[in-house]
């Protein structure tokens, strides 16, 4: 999903979700349960390598009940996750950032797109949004981005999921902006939760979104945050 008023180059990238996620390996991944494991559960994990405690599995954020199976199944010789949390959820920490700190530039302006109904995803798919980059400066601007990250905040500002499930779409994307100009990026975030307190998915309910956009050039890094945006997940 890219709309601009300026021009943009495409760049080559899997969607989110679209491919299969990372497989973390050693030497032919370690051992036999990993090889079978990646194969049994093509689809439904994030990644699967040979640990030092184990063969580390972490799961989609919605498979809990395959997290318990493959335990009552495995038992010690797996280390599993679901999501972002550790499995099962009594011995997983809470892994939330801070809320980002704001981040502004005075020549580009990042808005989230509002959604027009509610949103969800399932399995290893990140939430699709889409975050508007504008030149607001006076004279034209040519930069180097990408899909932009959202984190998600409860109605009191805190951090309850950030980045996206899986991988990131359209890296290194050169933009040219006139003044006046913009362009719609695909913004992506997580049904993960990282607060154990909520479970292992952001249930159902209102929600606030913050999306962060990179902009490189002239041998800098900028990174620049959007206002929370509100958003409704599921039902």
């Known amino acids: 999903m890219v ?10 990238g899997p969607p989110v979700g679209g491919e299969p996620t990372t497989t973390l390996a050693g030497e032919g991944l370690g051992s036999e349960l990993a090889d079978s494991l990646v194969q049994e559960l093509d689809g439904r994990f994030l ?8 063969v580390e599995v972490v799961l989609a954020p919605d498979e809990e009940a395959l997290a318990a199976e493959l335990l009552a199944r495995h038992g010690e010789e797996v280390v599993l996750s679901v999501g972002r949390l550790r499995y099962p959820l009594a011995e997983a920490a809470n892994v939330c950032p801070e809320p980002p700190a704001e981040r502004s ?14 949103i969800s995803a399932s399995g290893i ?14 004279g034209p601007l040519a930069f180097t981005t990408g899909s932009a990250l959202g984190t998600i905040l409860d109605p009191s500002g805190n951090v309850v999921s950030h980045g996206a499930t ?20 695909p913004l992506y975030a997580s049904m993960a939760s990282c607060d154990p307190e909520i479970g292992f998915m ?34």
């Open 105 to 118: 530039d005075p020549d580009l302006s990042v808005a989230v797109v509002p959604p027009t109904g509610s």
């Open 3 to 12: 709309a601009a008023c300026g021009s943009v180059s495409p760049a080559a």
């Open 202 to 235: 952001l249930p159902p309910g209102d929600y606030l979104i913050v999306a962060e956009v990179v902009r490189s050039g002239d041998g800098k890094v900028v990174r620049i945050q959007s206002a929370p945006e509100p958003i409704r997940i599921g039902g």
């Open 47 to 54: 990644s699967i390598g040979a640990g030092v405690d184990g």
């Open 166 to 185: 899986a991988g990131l779409a359209l890296p290194g994307l050169p933009v040219d902006l006139a003044p006046g100009d913009s362009i719609e990026l």
């Open 125 to 138: 798919e990140s939430l699709e949004l889409g975050v508007a980059v504008t030149n607001v400066g006076e």
